[in-house]
């Protein structure tokens, strides 16, 4: 799988750093009934969860980039993108800065763990990626799902660690079913294609224009809350 795999590896070593940065700096976050966004609307924790954020996303686009162009990795690709354009909005959306934005954070949030769930129901049911071990995935993450989508209305519990659980989950079954997606589709075609350069760059504003928000907001955010 070679520079794929090593993107979306280091995507998740950035996110999961952040996240540990965080707890170590925030302990009583484990206790949070707003999991991971916690650590985005308290001073000690901007830093080190925007800094993760932001390398997280910019790995996934590397490993969306690279992804080829035959049939069924323009789908793949795309709902990439679209992992890291929600990634990027959910910065700029603190739910403790009124109901719209705690409803806008939420809804993206919602589509989000959704997506990638859908998103893997489809690698493996849909395009017959069947084995033991990427169906155990599948139904772990079914599973984790229920789980987390039960403590989000919760005042506590065990929320964060829900969603760290469905990401690692998630980026497990991604990387282990597109490994054999892009062997089969090597052996057939002998080679791969890059993504078209009108849609690369469509997708660097898109994120250029969501940075542009969310860099100065956290850092007014952060800098209000000293």
């Known amino acids: 799988m070679g520079n794929i795999a090593r993107y979306l590896i280091y995507g998740q070593l950035a996110f999961f750093s952040s996240v540990f940065i965080s707890i170590f700096l925030a ?19 901007i830093i080190p969860y925007v800094t993760g954020s932001i390398i997280s996303a910019w790995f996934i686009y590397k490993a969306a980039k690279s992804l080829p162009r035959i049939s069924p ?10 992992f890291v354009i929600i990634n990027l909005a959910l910065l700029v959306t ?5 109901s719209l934005f705690d409803w806008s954070h939420q809804i993206m949030a919602f ?3 959704s997506t990638e769930l859908i998103l893997s129901i489809w690698l493996v049911i849909i395009l017959n990626n069947r084995s033991f071990i ?26 964060l660690q829900g969603q760290l659980i469905f990401q690692f989950l998630f980026t497990v079954l991604l990387i282990n079913v597109l490994t054999k997606l892009l062997e089969t589709a090597k052996s057939s075609s002998g080679s791969t294609t890059q993504l ?3 849609d690369e760059q469509l997708f660097i504003l898109i994120a250029a224009l969501v940075l ?7 850092i ?4 209000s809350l000293k």
């Open 220 to 223: 007014y955010l952060y800098i």
């Open 94 to 98: 603190p739910h403790t800065w009124g």
């Open 196 to 198: 078209l350069q009108r």
């Open 27 to 45: 302990p009583q976050s484990l206790a949070t009934r707003h999991g991971i966004t916690y650590y985005g609307i308290h001073q000690p924790t």
């Open 73 to 82: 990795f323009p789908t793949i690709r795309y709902v990439l993108f679209s």
């Open 134 to 159: 990427d169906v155990a995935l599948l139904l772990l993450l079914a599973i984790d799902g229920i789980f987390v989508a039960v403590y989000v209305p919760s005042s506590n519990g065990y929320l």
């Open 111 to 113: 589509i989000l763990f």
């Open 212 to 218: 542009s928000v969310a860099v100065p907001w956290y």
